[in-house]
């Protein structure tokens, strides 16, 4: 099984989800730099499927206290000291007794809200099931990990916008951009030399990433996500590089942004910098545009979830 898993040498813990075999995935980069690979959701969708349990041949009993699945959304932030659940719903399998066969127990979380992208950076934001066998001494846990994206619409007119760089009686350039772009995006812009009594030798365009956690005392992570020497005339295409939508105040905790920084520097190699924010947003794909299935690029305000339980299956 694609999300299955071996828990112990009591218990093997098994969850498939119902349409497994039609369901998309997608790539998310873990904390140490690899690549996983998870089913893809999207806001609003259920989730829904069967828990195995298969008790190992010759095992003695398994005694429990109850057995329950939960669908969980968690942020785990930077200084990794704490953990934020901004989703936790609970279903209920199986009332306190003892297996000592294999048994199936079927799950559905309706049109689960998920109101945040997946998310590794700083910070860290997760989805995930999490089946527990409850036990008097140590509980048997296993988290499966989902990946949800969130999707958005924008009008076809992208208004541009002009930035001015200027040092008074040496240099008058304006720098003329969109304000934003969807992950597959190119960027293009135009450059205006206005007024130029110093010799440029570089003009380079940065991509900027800056995670903010905290409110409302911050701490800012910068990372330069890439470099473009704007003399070589190419335009700069997004999908090389790992970049997540513009993220806002994400349950109030961090927010992602994403700024163009103009670089120029004279003969002398002094710098000169001009940074503006741009907003990067995650397009539908086609399928999903035509169910009109989006939502606009800002985070939504906090949408936590109560903790709801179903009756267990006696």
């Avoid at 790539?27 to 828990?51: I, Q, R, W």
């Avoid at 704490?82 to 279903?91: G, I, R, S, W």
């Avoid at 399928?287 to 800002?298: A, I, V």
Wanted: glycine residues 6%; charged residues 30%; proline residues 4%.
């Amino acid at each position: 099984s694609f999300l299955g898993g071996l828990f112990g040498p009591v218990c093997e813990i098994d969850v498939l989800l119902n349409d497994a075999e039609n369901r998309r995935t997608a790539e998310l980069k873990t904390e140490d730099g690899k690549v996983e690979k998870h089913y893809l959701f999207y806001d609003g969708e259920s989730v829904s499927g069967k828990v195995n349990l298969n008790v190992k041949q010759g095992g003695k009993r398994l005694e429990h206290q109850g057995i329950r699945i939960e669908f969980v959304g968690q942020i785990l932030f930077s200084d990794k000291s704490n953990t934020h659940e901004f989703v936790d719903l609970v279903k209920e399998l199986a009332l306190p007794g003892e297996l000592t066969q294999n048994r199936s127990y079927d799950f559905e979380f309706m049109q689960v809200e998920k109101p945040y992208e997946s998310y590794t950076g700083a910070n860290v934001r997760l989805y995930f099931l999490r089946v527990t066998i409850v036990r008097r001494l140590s509980d048997l846990v296993k988290e499966y990990e989902l990946i949800v994206h969130q999707l958005a619409t924008y009008p076809d007119v992208n208004n541009s916008i002009k930035m001015e760089v200027g040092i008074e009686d040496c240099l008058h350039i304006e720098f003329e951009y969109n304000k934003s772009y969807h992950l597959k995006d190119v960027i293009v812009g135009k450059i205006y030399f206005l007024l130029v009594r110093i010799k440029i030798q570089h003009m380079e365009l940065q991509l900027i990433k800056k995670e903010i956690t905290g409110i409302p005392s911050t701490t800012t992570e910068t990372e330069t996500v890439a470099k473009y020497e704007i003399m070589d005339g190419a335009p700069v295409k997004l999908t090389g590089y790992d970049l997540t939508p513009t993220m806002r105040d994400v349950n109030k905790k961090f927010s992602v942004r994403y700024f163009l920084n103009l670089v120029l520097v004279d003969e002398e190699d002094r710098r000169y910098f001009k940074q503006q924010e741009i907003v990067l947003w995650r397009k539908a794909p086609e399928k999903l545009r035509k169910r009109n299935f989006h939502q606009r690029y800002e985070s939504p305000e906090s949408r936590t979830q109560p903790v709801t339980t179903e009756q267990p299956e006696m």
